[in-house]
């Protein structure tokens, strides 16, 4: 691989990324996956603890800047040694783009790399129940799987009080919905989101909520109060009282402890002041014994 290949393939990340500013968010169960950007920001952003896509408008990339970038990709791993496997369509919530659009998408991502095995995302509750049962099997055909949703909790008190827009009921019928397609997903939840207050309704209603479920992996995240988020000025004013570390430690233990579905606890985020993974039910105990 020579010099120029190497500054050509740097130029061309910076292009392809450059809208996102520093730093973007990607899930954790995909980290690897060759990302390309179709929307920049969340189509809802209205979320008081979250400032993750920096303050950014929502913006959906026409089809032709996205197909410009997904050659750009192309360009950067021809010469990769191992096939592109794994695809993530980069961006807040890309799965509220329109079904036809997405298999536009994923028509272009199988043509660029033939050996794809599946194209993931990150979606929301209304994302998934705004698709109808045909449209997510189709959508399911033409590559998409591994979807990770952003539950957060499994509490309506605490997802009405952060202004999730979508409550426990959205969330489990966008669970079943995926399960029903065929498409396999992860679920973010985070510890602290209900602070001291509502800690208690938070670990039931979070633990209830996905007894029915069958999510492939649990990403556990720890609330961090952003500058740029309105929760922020409810910290200052004391209206919200945030867990400390280690009661954000306590309380996943406490959430661990009530699991029983088959699943992967996965709470090694830097968020957590404890990293710990392990498959539930098998590896519960030793995990509640570390924790």
């Given amino acids: 691989m020579d010099r120029d290949f190497i500054e050509a ?39 008081l603890f979250c400032d993750l896509n920096q303050g950014m408008r929502y913006r959906e990339l026409p089809l032709p800047e996205i197909l410009d970038k997904l050659e750009k990709l192309r360009f950067i791993h021809q010469y990769d040694r191992r096939p592109v496997r794994r695809c993530l369509l980069a961006g807040g919530n890309p799965f509220a783009l329109p079904t036809e659009k997405l298999l536009r998408i994923a028509g272009a991502l199988r043509a660029a790399f033939p050996e794809d095995e599946y194209i993931s995302c990150f979606a929301r509750a209304d994302d998934v129940l705004e698709k109808s ?86 990403t556990v995240v720890t609330l961090v109060i952003f500058k740029g988020a309105r929760l922020a000025e409810r910290v200052r004013s004391r209206e919200f009282r945030r867990l400390s570390p280690l009661e954000a430690m306590r309380e996943g233990r406490d959430l661990l402890s009530r699991l029983t579905l088959s699943t992967v606890w996965n709470a090694t985020h830097k968020t957590n002041l404890f990293p710990i993974k392990g498959r539930i039910p098998l590896h519960r105990e030793r995990l509640l014994q570390r924790l």
């Fill in 9 to 47: 393939a740097a130029r061309l990340e910076r292009e392809i990324y450059g809208e996102y500013g520093s730093f973007y968010y990607v899930p954790m169960a995909e980290s690897r996956a060759v990302q390309l950007p179709v929307t920049v920001g969340c189509s809802y952003g209205r979320c």
């Fill in 133 to 218: 049962a045909a449209e997510l099997r189709v959508l399911r055909e033409a590559g998409y799987d591994r979807l990770c949703l952003g539950v957060e909790s499994g509490a309506d008190r605490v997802l009405r009080y952060q202004e999730k827009g979508v409550g426990r009921e959205e969330n489990a019928r966008a669970m079943a919905a995926l399960e029903g397609a065929g498409m396999s997903f992860s679920v973010y939840v985070m510890l602290g989101l209900g602070g001291r207050e509502m800690s208690a309704d938070h670990v039931e209603g979070t633990a209830s909520l996905l007894k029915a479920a069958r999510p492939f992996e649990w």
